[in-house]
């Protein structure tokens, strides 16, 4: 038995459709319209981030969704970038505090 033989017996089951299972488990899934209360504390969610990002030195940063729903979509998300921003600027600033001579 050749290693090939071994590893295309040791694949993954596809789904019915053909796919890697896993693959499956990742697609998006039809969400459901966000009511008006939830577009509020979303914005609400954005303005603390603008906020924060103005407070910071940060030029960009890069953020990935876990789960079905983009982070850019979930006010809890975007609220923890706000605080991680606001965060690593106190760090920063406590770091470059007055220069002991």
């Known amino acids: ?20 299972a896993f693959a499956a488990a ?23 981030l603008a906020e924060a990002a103005k407070e910071s030195a940060a030029t960009g940063f890069h953020a990935c969704s876990r789960g079905r729903r983009p982070w850019q979509e979930d006010p809890a998300a975007v609220r923890s ?3 991680l921003l606001r965060r690593v600027g106190a760090e920063d600033a406590a770091t470059e505090g007055p220069t002991a001579k």
Do not use: F, H, N, Y
């Open 1 to 20: 038995m050749g290693l090939w033989s071994w590893i295309s017996r040791r694949r993954k089951p596809a789904t019915a459709a053909g796919r890697p």
């Open 26 to 48: 990742i697609e998006p899934k039809d969400q459901e319209p966000l009511t008006p209360e939830q577009v509020a504390d979303l914005k609400a969610a954005w303005a603390e």
């Open 81 to 83: 970038v706000a605080a």
